[in-house]
């Protein structure tokens, strides 16, 4: 059996809970502060503070909700659009060789924040799972979140409700 460690992940952890939840408060400010790219009436983009990998993003429904059956027809539609959009942007300006794309859904599944529905975009690249995180509890993310904010938000800039 394969394992995928992700030690670099305790830091998230131990962090603790913020005040509110992370994408309702994405939904609140502007894009470009706080790590969110774009935000509307029906969904937000974010970058994921603790990466996987460069251009971690991630998109939820701007509604405080936890279970996939209670989108509305409005917001499955807008975070698929987004998802397109995102994966087209990534694609353009990170040239990676694929994607992870899918959401735990419950705490039994995995999930980091279980009470606010969300979808996980993590670009991929050949030989982007090394050593460094089993042999020195470190995981080499290329690109700082500054950097991979500047580049990306002029590109969710006019995507349109």
């Not at 050949?126 to 995180?133: C, E, L, T, V």
Request: hydrophobic fraction near 45%; glycine fraction near 8%; aromatic fraction near 8%.
């Amino acid at each position: 059996m394969k394992q995928i460690w992700a030690p670099w992940r305790v830091e998230y952890i131990q962090a603790g809970k913020a005040e509110g939840c992370v994408f309702c408060n994405a939904g609140a400010v502007k894009p470009g502060e706080e790590l969110v790219l774009w935000n509307g009436s029906a969904s937000v983009v974010l970058l994921n503070k603790f990466p996987y990998n460069s251009g971690h993003l991630m998109v939820a429904p701007a509604r405080h909700v936890s279970k996939v059956e209670e989108l509305t027809p409005e917001e499955s539609g807008d975070i698929f659009r987004l998802i397109r959009h995102s994966v087209s942007v990534l694609k353009d300006l990170m040239n990676p060789d694929g994607f992870n794309i899918g959401m735990n859904v419950g705490r039994a599944a995995g999930a980091g924040i279980d009470d606010h529905l969300h979808i996980h975009i993590v670009p991929r690249w050949n030989g982007d799972a090394n050593f460094m995180p089993v042999l020195a509890d470190i995981k080499i993310i290329p690109e700082h979140l500054d950097e991979t904010m500047k580049k990306l938000l002029p590109r969710f800039k006019d995507i349109g409700q």
